[in-house]
């Protein structure tokens, strides 16, 4: 029998836009429970996650695909429900958002997003100027804080990967225009058609959060 992986998403469950592209790169054997922060939240609930001053605006999903925007300190205690909920049925748990969450703690391993595209940032040498994409506007200074690098330069640009409107191709060209080294796309809601998109206009290699968790789970997992 295969692993049994639990993916939590800040938004809801199931992530329909997201798992079925990690479970092909995954293979069949392994077997995926999904559990989201905001399951079974209506809309008004969901307003009051909203993100107060000085809070970080997280990005995510609706089951209907509505794009949602809560604060980062409010959405923590209930990832952390559904880590307590996943964790005795799982071997893994993996995070479906590529935040920062070192508060959450498990009896699983907990494979978080944000800290794997550290580490492939930080092992690839000659990027001297590194492009990112984020999913809303908000989270540029944030982000450009985050990926700077000792004698580096970032880049930052914003297309949310939920709206019904095309942004990400009018942001990669505004990437391109930097002439960045690397692209790093900043959310687990980009797809691989987001990455062909990118590289296709930047003409750079660009990395995909949602294909980097799939390898790192058949690693731990094989």
């Not at 993916?7 to 999904?34: C, F």
């Amino acid at each position: 029998m295969g692993a049994r992986v639990g993916m939590i998403t800040i938004g809801q469950s199931p992530r329909s836009d997201v798992v079925p592209e990690i479970q092909k790169l995954l293979g069949a054997e392994i077997d995926v429970v999904e559990c989201g922060a905001l399951d079974g939240a209506s809309t008004e609930m969901v307003k009051e996650l909203a993100p107060a001053a000085g809070d970080f605006p997280l990005v995510t999903r609706m089951r209907s695909g509505e794009e949602v925007i809560v604060g980062k300190s409010k959405i923590v205690p209930k990832v952390q429900r559904c880590v307590d909920r996943l964790q005795n049925q799982c071997d893994i748990l993996v995070v479906l958002c590529t935040g920062h969450f070192p508060q959450l703690r498990s009896n699983r391993l907990i494979v978080t997003p944000d800290a794997l595209l550290d580490g492939i940032v930080n092992g690839i040498h000659g990027a001297r100027t590194i492009g990112v994409l984020v999913p809303s506007g908000d989270q540029k200074s944030h982000a450009l804080e985050r990926w700077k690098r000792p004698g580096g330069t970032v880049v930052v640009e914003g297309a949310s990967p939920y709206s019904e409107r095309d942004e990400v191709t009018p942001s990669a060209r505004k990437l391109a225009a930097s002439n960045p080294d690397l692209i790093v796309l900043d959310c687990m809601g980009y797809t691989s058609k987001t990455k062909d998109i990118v590289r296709k206009i930047t003409g750079r290699p660009a990395i995909l959060p949602r294909s980097v968790v799939a390898r790192s789970i058949r690693e731990l997992t094989e």
